[in-house]
């Protein structure tokens, strides 16, 4: 709303003044603090304006006034409007930790570990035990829109709207519903189960087609487990190979910059009881069937939170790395016993 200049500066003054001082601002003060150059009973009479206007309250029997929300507001939006038509001032980005102890841990010890065994470090966050799919819902919002929600052992949420060009079924959308709770609860997000369950061969062209559009909304919540993922020396590793003579090393660097593979061999070791190890062709990948895993569990109170794992060529000194990996989940261990 369009006020007069002097209703604009005594707003902008009652509202800066609560805000400092947390008390309800009366006439006599503006007129002391301020120089306006009109008597306190003119300054009276703007406060009752703005009260009128809704721009201004008067909480009790004082002469106070204190903003409403359409007092910030209307002074917001004068102080955005002010910025619009001035220089962006300089903004310096001062560098600091933000991370948590324990993912500087984590990462420390990735890198660690890969100049230690000069092959590539894997570890994940404990965040990535939460990836469990618990339920699934799928929703018809409108005939067009479909919203997918997902919950993880973990607790967490996500929800995915999806828009289709014809209008969806109802009956199509119930047995979604059902047959994706039936094949996915239990499993882990960012497995090629996932997506082998919602191409399956056995489904009809329809529930195909509607399967594959609402795909996404399980990899959002992959993706960010996929980033949880701590990583260390992947140059080493391509160079050990290429000294072996292995040929595929682009290839194999584009599995490893996609995290799904990695998260799909950590999910196996997440579940072994002692040292994980996987060589050549029982990596699956194509790919990496030029490298081994070797991998061991982290974690407190007989609870795996995550994984320590060395992936280097199939020549490569396992004594060596065994005894590594497993020190360094030890160590790891030890150190969440302490914070956890």
């Known amino acids: 709303m369009a006020l007069k200049p002097r209703q604009e500066t005594v707003l902008r003054a ?22 306006l150059d009109v008597a306190p009973s003119t300054i009276r009479n703007d406060l009752a304006e703005l009260e009128e206007l ?44 933000m991370r948590s102890e324990i993912d500087e841990a984590l990462q420390e010890t990735a890198e660690a570990l890969s100049r230690i065994t000069e092959l590539l470090a894997v570890i994940s966050s ?32 996500s929800k995915r709207v999806f828009s289709f060009e014809q209008a969806v079924d109802e009956g199509l959308v119930d047995y979604a519903r059902v047959y994706l709770n039936e094949r996915l609860t239990g499993v882990r997000l960012g497995t090629r189960l996932i997506d082998s ?13 509607f399967l594959r559009t609402i795909v996404p909304a399980f990899r959002v919540v992959a993706a960010e487990d996929a980033r949880a993922l701590h990583i260390g020396g992947t140059a080493r ?60 569990n982290y974690g407190v109170a007989n609870r795996n939170l995550g994984t320590v794992s060395v992936l280097g060529p199939t020549r490569m000194d396992y004594q060596r790395v065994i005894g590594t990996v497993r020190a360094a989940a030890g160590s790891l261990s030890e150190l969440l016993e302490e914070i956890w």
């Open 14 to 35: 009652v509202v800066e003044e609560y805000i400092a001082s947390g008390s309800p601002v009366g006439s006599k003060y503006l007129t002391e603090r301020y120089d």
């Open 54 to 97: 809704g721009l201004l309250a008067h909480p009790h029997t004082s002469a106070g006034r204190v903003p409403t929300d359409d007092g910030y507001r209307h002074y917001v939006e004068s102080i955005v409007d002010e910025r619009r038509r001035q220089p962006a001032p300089e903004f310096t980005i001062r560098h600091e930790r």
């Open 126 to 157: 404990p965040s990535l035990t939460g990836t469990t799919i618990k339920h699934v819902e799928v929703l018809r919002l409108q005939p067009h829109l479909v919203m997918v929600v997902l919950i993880t052992t973990a607790g967490r949420v």
């Open 197 to 209: 369950s919602l191409d399956a061969p056995d489904l009809g062209p329809t529930e195909q087609r």
């Open 237 to 296: 590793l391509l160079e050990r190979l290429s000294a072996q003579g292995v040929t595929n090393l682009n290839e194999l660097l584009s599995a490893l910059e996609e995290r799904y593979n990695l998260l799909e061999l950590l999910y196996g070791a997440l579940r072994a009881d002692d040292v994980y190890l996987r060589i050549g062709h029982e990596l699956g990948e194509p790919s990496l069937q030029a490298c081994s895993l070797v991998a061991a």
